[in-house]
């Protein structure tokens, strides 16, 4: 396996010698002295706590904690002219700042263009990027390269992975803070040709089924009682019943329960009358039949879902009617 630091990137195939190591990796994430308090077992079964610099440098002043703990954000669409679905980078930032102390490092199994790596570096994160398009990959590295975070630039703070997020064996179990990422929209947009593009599988059961294995290795590195957040929304598609939509939000919820992950809120991103692509209200135009009573009619879509999961053991709840989760869980876990 080859390092550059340019900055760095892992140039990471199924087979290759960077999926069986972990040396380089477990080196990356000690290098700071909150990535070293996390990675002792018995320390990582909730938030942990950090005092001193770090504790300061990751504070929420209070118009950002009344803001981020809504759960409906309004925040403006954004394009990029060679990437079909990219997410404003104000999402990840709100989230790296509610889930993660600085100097922690986030990843991004699907990280397209950079969108988390522009966010986690400013705000002194280490943030791990795999993408399956090398074309993304050298976007990263050039528009993220100029990042940094006082000191500490993208060189310290950041690398890049081209390779497939469904083998990420050369990460260690529980050493991930924070999951960040935008999960290909099934059928929609063409994310390139590579055979690890999920967004391509024709069937939609067979794409959750191609999509689950990245959801498991998540579940694998991340710490327990951290969380997993995802961008994502329901698609809609013309079939030979019509034009109809596919609960994909739903089912990535029921597929990351039955894998673990517990669901702990959900935000609507709103985007209505923000402009841009992929759920504008203003770029999007109704599709009608016989006036008044339209058969194919479709809504303009202006909302997208961030849902937000943690592994277990996450911090429990001391109310006063309180109902075990494994009890309200056994139905679904049999099932399985």
Known sequence: ?????????????????????????????RRTAASRACASADRVSQMPRVI???REKSRLTKEEWREYTKTVWQ???????????????EIPHRLIKLFSWHGETVLDPFAGTGTTAAAAVPLGR???????????????????????????????????????????SFIDDDSVSLIVSS???????????????????????????????????????????????????????????????????????????????????EIIWSKDGTGGR????NAQRPIFGSYPYPPNFLFKNVHEYILIFSKPPARKSRGPKVVPYDELMADARRRR
């Open 1 to 29: 396996m080859r390092w550059s630091l340019t900055p760095s990137v892992w140039v990471h195939r199924s087979g290759s010698t960077c999926a069986s190591s972990r040396a380089p990796w477990s080196r990356w994430t």
């Open 52 to 54: 001193g610099a770090a």
């Open 75 to 89: 925040i403006a669409n954004t394009t990029h002219a060679e990437h079909p679905a990219v997410f404003p980078v």
């Open 126 to 168: 280490k943030v791990l990027c795999i993408e399956q398009n090398r074309k993304y990959v050298d976007i990263i590295r050039r528009d993220c390269s100029h990042l940094k975070n006082g000191n500490l630039t993208a060189i310290e703070l950041m690398n890049v992975v081209h390779g497939d997020s469904r083998d990420i």
């Open 183 to 265: 999960p290909p929209y099934w059928n929609k947009a063409d994310y390139g040709s590579a055979r690890a593009n999920l967004g391509r599988v024709a069937g939609y059961r067979r794409f959750l089924d191609k999509i689950k294995p990245v959801f498991e290795e998540c579940f694998r590195v991340l710490q327990p009682g951290r969380k997993c957040c995802l961008v994502t929304a329901n698609v809609n598609q013309h079939t030979d019943q019509g034009l109809l939509t596919f609960p994909l939000a739903a089912d990535f919820g029921t597929l990351l329960r039955n894998i673990g992950f517990m669901m702990v809120s």
């Open 278 to 281: 992929w759920g504008s209200a």
